[in-house]
């Protein structure tokens, strides 16, 4: 007869699986021990499931914040606006430099709606990263008016490496 499953045998002739069922049972077949086994991984393979949920949603919730934090870079645009409209570059740089400074930010950076000047501040950001976008204006009788964009982005190393430390901890 022919069987699907090739055979594995060991230097004895008594098939691998079987050997390791002796090694997990022992060589008496006792359903004490066999219930003990198969409890024991079962539980081990909850606590697994359950642990992989819970850095799942803890990874979430650092994601979110760090979405919040982008968001909340939005009460810098008006004095970003006026640092560019009056061209003072040093107080630019300055306030950039800080942005740069808070958890997680990777580069700010600043251009001119006509392309001809740009502010940076930090490294080239990762492709995994998040970014956010804001325009600049000034306010002008009648409308207003776009001199550039700030350009915020953000790298997820950092929580990366948090969800991992956790994870070594569990």
Request: charged residues 20%.
């Amino acid at each position: 007869a022919c069987s699907a499953l090739p055979s594995v045998r060991g230097a004895a002739g008594v098939s691998v699986f079987r050997s390791l069922r002796v090694r997990l049972f022992g060589p008496i077949n006792s359903i004490g021990r066999r219930l003990t086994v198969y409890i024991i991984a079962f539980s081990w393979a909850v606590m697994l499931l359950i642990s992989a949920i819970q850095l799942a949603f803890e990874y979430r919730d650092l994601r979110r914040g760090l979405e919040q934090q982008l968001d909340s870079i939005s009460v810098y645009v008006q004095s970003i606006s006026e640092s560019v409209w009056n061209f003072d570059s040093t107080q630019l740089q300055l306030v950039l430099d800080g942005l740069k400074r808070l958890p997680n930010i990777e580069r700010v950076s600043v251009v001119t709606s006509d392309s001809k000047h740009a502010w940076v501040a930090g490294n080239a950001a990762p492709d995994d990263g998040l970014a956010r976008s804001f325009v600049l204006f000034v306010r002008k009788p009648g409308a207003d008016r776009s001199i550039g964009t700030l350009t915020v982005l953000a790298g997820v190393d950092g929580l990366n490496q948090q969800i991992i430390r956790r994870a070594l901890s569990i």
